[in-house]
């Protein structure tokens, strides 16, 4: 059973089960890549590579879109990982999409770029040139949205993107679903979209499954908007929907 309110300008959208939550998170993106499709001719886009894609993307890449008419963009990349470790972000995307439904294009985010500076002004030309119709976000356990923890979170940051230290909570995170064997394994650095960059696309559909989120989303939409859990910022945002499954949502009250 799906129950819906706002907090602030934030839709939030929670189901019984993530099946439920990807299947109307995907209609939500699909929705708005046909339109502007329709508009214009084409459409950009930002997907998330982290598990808490996997529902909507399940749903996604099989519902009715002209993918040729899509550019894709990611999030982040660890900063020295080869885009053959099995973490890395633009495996994620090559591999997992758009190997499977050949994009118009796909700007990768080269985290192991041998000058970095230059990649982040490359990457964030390619941003502004093609301002972004929809991104896939998630939540992660310390409230970061893409590689923006706390510590290093900015709503007034000047730049697109940065290089970012990722804190131990975030680390842990990357271990417990599996991308890395130990700590000691995970990247101590990362590039990331800055907060600027994912609040000015045009609309965020950001999905957050499992019990392991409950306090991130508690957070999220509890007190006030503040750097302390990052995902807060989205409830400033035009046309921003959070979609919960009940697990990630038990600690919210509608009230």
């Not at 040729?68 to 660890?78: A, C, P, R, S, V």
């Not at 499992?210 to 995902?231: H, M, Q, W, Y």
Request: proline fraction near 4%; glycine fraction near 6%; aromatic fraction near 8%.
């Amino acid at each position: 059973m799906e129950k819906s309110f706002y907090k602030d300008k934030l839709k939030v959208k929670i189901f019984g089960n993530k099946e439920g939550m990807g299947k109307s998170a995907a209609t939500f993106v699909t929705n708005i890549l046909n339109q502007a499709i329709l508009e214009r001719g084409y459409a950009n886009l930002i997907l998330g590579t982290g598990a808490s894609q996997y529902p909507l993307l399940d749903v996604l890449l099989t519902n009715e879109i002209d993918w040729t008419k899509i550019t894709l963009f990611h999030l982040d990349e660890y900063i020295g990982l080869s885009d053959q470790h099995p973490a890395s972000f633009r495996k994620f995307l090559r591999e997992r999409i758009a190997d499977k439904v050949n994009p118009k294009n796909v700007h990768y985010l080269c985290g192991d770029a041998t000058d970095i500076n230059a990649e982040i002004k490359r990457y964030e030309k390619l941003l502004k040139d093609n301002p972004v119709d929809v991104a896939c976000i998630g939540i992660g356990e310390n409230g970061h949205i893409a590689f923006n923890d706390p510590a290093v979170a900015d709503f007034s940051d000047p730049e697109y993107l940065k290089v970012v230290a990722m804190d131990e909570a975030c680390r842990k995170q990357q271990v417990g679903e599996g991308w890395f064997p130990t700590i000691n394994h995970v990247p101590e650095m990362a590039v990331t979209l800055t907060i600027t960059a994912i609040m000015d696309c045009k609309s965020l559909c950001c999905t957050v499954p499992d019990e392991r989120k409950s306090e991130a989303v508690f957070n999220t939409l509890s007190g006030e908007i503040s750097t302390s859990c990052p995902a807060s910022i989205l409830r400033e945002h035009d046309n921003a929907v959070l979609y919960l499954d009940s697990f990630a949502a038990k600690n919210v009250l509608i009230l």
